[in-house]
T-cell receptor, first 113, second 115 residues
Framework: GENVEQHPSTLSVQEGDSAVIKCTYSDSASNYFPWYKQELGKRPQLIIDIRSNVGEKKDQRIAVTLNKTAKHFSLHITETQPEDSAVYFCAARNTSGTYKYIFGTGTRLKVLA | SAVISQKPSRDICQRGTSLTIQCQVDSQVTMMFWYRQQPGQSLTLIATANQGSEATYESGFVIDKFPISRPNLTFSTLTVSNMSPEDSSIYLC????????????FGSGTQLSVL
């Protein structure tokens, strides 16, 4: 079935360093890839997204890259800050029926001050 | 973005009882979804709430256990029936804000604990 793999499951970085989270999807019909940030006890928040006709998208310290051929997409956070500490989820949305999302397993990011 | 109100925010329930969770959106949306997030886990789609027709359930979820209503384009309910401790989880409603369900936004969630 459709699947989204996400790595790593946990990631610790020093404040100011960069963090990279990677996802791989299986459904070649997927064409929209959002990233969500979930702080403890809060709802998932959409932080950035990319469509399959775009290779890269940036929003300040956050960027997402997509390799459609390899079915890989990645989240890059530069100049990390303690408030970036959270669980991050990638997702892939298919193009059939109800346009369902398949979520990755999540990455717990800790930014050490 | 859509403003999504979900209630209750949390509840502690006895085994064998049922709980109905409400989700209200501040604008009309075509697609509403219900997700479950077990402790420390990812988001699993329970069902798509269809306005005017029966919900579409994902593999592993059935209507008798998770009946869903969608009376209009701004409101939906999810009932967790005949609860057991394994149902302890966070339940989230979500809405897509475009025709192709892009920009998925989540309600604040319902933290359910079953004793």
């Amino acid at each position: 079935g459709e699947n989204v793999e996400q790595h790593p499951s946990t990631l610790s970085v020093q404040e100011g360093d960069s963090a990279v989270i990677k996802c791989t999807y299986s459904d070649s019909a997927s064409n929209y890839f959002p990233w969500y940030k979930q702080e403890l006890g809060k709802r998932p928040q959409l932080i950035i997204d990319i469509r399959s006709n775009v290779g890269e998208k940036k929003d300040q310290r956050i960027a997402v890259t997509l390799n459609k051929t390899a079915k890989h997409f990645s989240l890059h956070i530069t100049e990390t800050q303690p408030e970036d500490s959270a669980v991050y989820f990638c997702a892939a949305r298919n193009t059939s029926g109800t346009y369902k999302y398949i979520f990755g397993t999540g990455t717990r990011l800790k930014v050490l001050a | 973005s859509a403003v999504i109100s979900q209630k209750p925010s949390r509840d502690i329930c006895q085994r064998g009882t049922s709980l109905t969770i409400q989700c209200q959106v501040d604008s009309q949306v075509t697609m509403m979804f219900w997700y479950r997030q077990q402790p420390g886990q990812s988001l699993t789609l329970i069902a798509t709430a269809n306005q005017g027709s029966e919900a579409t359930y994902e593999s592993g979820f059935v209507i008798d256990k998770f009946p869903i209503s969608r009376p209009n384009l701004t409101f939906s309910t999810l009932t967790v029936s005949n609860m057991s401790p394994e149902d302890s989880s966070i339940y989230l409603c979500s809405v897509g804000t475009s025709a192709k369900n892009e920009k998925l936004f989540f309600g604040s969630g319902t933290q359910l604990s079953v004793l």
